[in-house]
């Protein structure tokens, strides 16, 4: 597995790619509006930059990278001074896209002109105009240097921080059998060997970014997390979810359609944090003030409307929602995961496999079980300024 290579979303806008499949993205990025709000005006009242640098890490692709630059843009236009001789001079905004080579840049390139259309449109229907806001494109791992010294204002990152970057090293073949993931029959020690991947990757991600940041800087990031300190049963369902995957995979072990050497030797390079395990390291790089912390669950809702059929009610209608709960849970894990499972075990098992993944979600759900929402962490955290 090379994670520069294998690591990417499903790229297009095709029914299975990750544009067509990214919702519950999309929710955390509106429901932390609010905080990058806050990291903005806080960035304009302290530091009164006459430009500013933002940078999006692990963008992706597709309207989701461009929502929340729309929120910058809305956030600076509506705190422009109203003085005519300021307005001759307005903040312009640098946006870096960021995210690993094998990104699908191109689908978000190919979108900026209509996008910068449609919002010029917008808002000269409102009688305002937005800054000058200008594109590049970053291609490069976050656990590596990006830019210059004191360079960027904002850093913000959405969804992206729990994937490691690499394998936990030390986690050999057969140390972790039957499992793609920390799993229930996950032993001690491989447990600990994701912990220290994390701990180490997101050390070093926040040494890096503080080298970046301009004195003062903020940073938003956005991961999807866990309740508590416990990997298995702590809440957040990252654990559960690629649990039933493991289950779907060793159902096709059992079919012989997968080697189980194959699934032996496998293990997916991500992990999803406790808030407790965030602030400490935080806390830990001594770089770092933590401004604000959010923890909140965020629900599927596959339809963006009511479950149910218009002709169904009751027992019907339920079994109906935790279908389409399950089916959308599946496109969502697929579009993010299918390159790497591909890569490993062969592009002829993953329709099947995310079959009967679904199905398996399914029953989870109607026996009562975890998957209807997922548990992210959110953090604003704000550059020292050293004396």
């Not at 990757?201 to 926040?206: E, K, M, P, Q, R």
């Not at 080298?211 to 990997?231: A, C, F, H, Q, S």
Request: net charge negative; with cysteine.
């Amino acid at each position: 597995m090379k994670m520069e290579r294998d690591l990417h979303t499903i790229k297009g806008d095709g029914d299975s790619s990750y544009t067509k499949n990214s919702s519950i993205q999309r929710k955390a990025i509106l429901a932390t509006e609010p905080m990058v709000e806050k990291a903005i005006r806080g960035l304009r009242t302290d530091l009164q930059p006459r430009s500013m640098v933002v940078a999006d890490l692990g963008c992706s692709s597709g309207a989701n990278t461009l929502l929340f630059v729309s929120k910058v843009i809305a956030t600076i236009s509506e705190d422009s001074p109203t003085d005519s001789n300021i307005r001759e001079c307005p903040m312009e905004l640098q946006f870096f896209l960021n995210d690993l080579p094998s990104n699908d840049f191109n689908h978000t390139f190919q979108s900026l002109e209509q996008f910068k259309q449609l919002t010029a449109q917008d808002y000269a229907r409102r009688g305002l105009q937005p800054p000058p806001h200008y594109f590049a494109a970053v291609a490069g791992s976050f656990y590596t240097e990006l830019f210059p010294c004191s360079s960027v204002h904002l850093f913000h990152s959405s969804f992206s921080l729990m994937w490691l970057s690499q394998v936990p090293e030390h986690l050999h073949s057969n140390m972790n059998k039957g499992n793609i993931h920390i799993g229930v029959t996950t032993s001690p020690l491989a447990a600990k060997l994701y912990l220290d991947e994390f701990e180490k990757g997101f050390s070093h991600f926040l040494q890096l970014r503080c080298r970046e940041l301009v004195p003062g800087g903020r940073m938003v990031l956005t991961i999807l997390g866990r309740k508590n300190d416990d990997m298995i049963f702590g809440g957040g369902t990252l654990s559960s979810t690629l649990e039933l995957l493991s289950q779907a995979m060793r159902t096709l072990i059992e079919e012989g359609r997968v080697e189980e050497e194959k699934l032996d030797t496998f293990n997916l390079p991500i992990y999803s944090p406790s808030p407790d395990e965030l602030k400490r390291l935080v806390e830990q790089s001594h770089l770092l003030d933590i401004m604000d912390t959010q923890v909140f669950d965020l629900p599927y809702d596959p339809m963006d409307q009511n479950y149910s059929k218009p002709d169904q009610e009751g027992a019907a209608a339920a079994d109906d929602a935790h279908e389409a709960i399950g089916r959308k849970i599946a496109a969502g894990l697929r579009a993010v995961t299918e390159p790497l499972l591909a890569c490993h075990f062969g592009e002829s098992i993953i329709d099947e496999l995310f079959a009967v993944f679904a199905c398996n979600m399914t029953r989870q759900l109607e026996s009562g079980g975890e998957g209807r929402a997922v548990t992210v962490i959110s953090m604003l955290l704000q550059a020292k300024v050293l004396q």
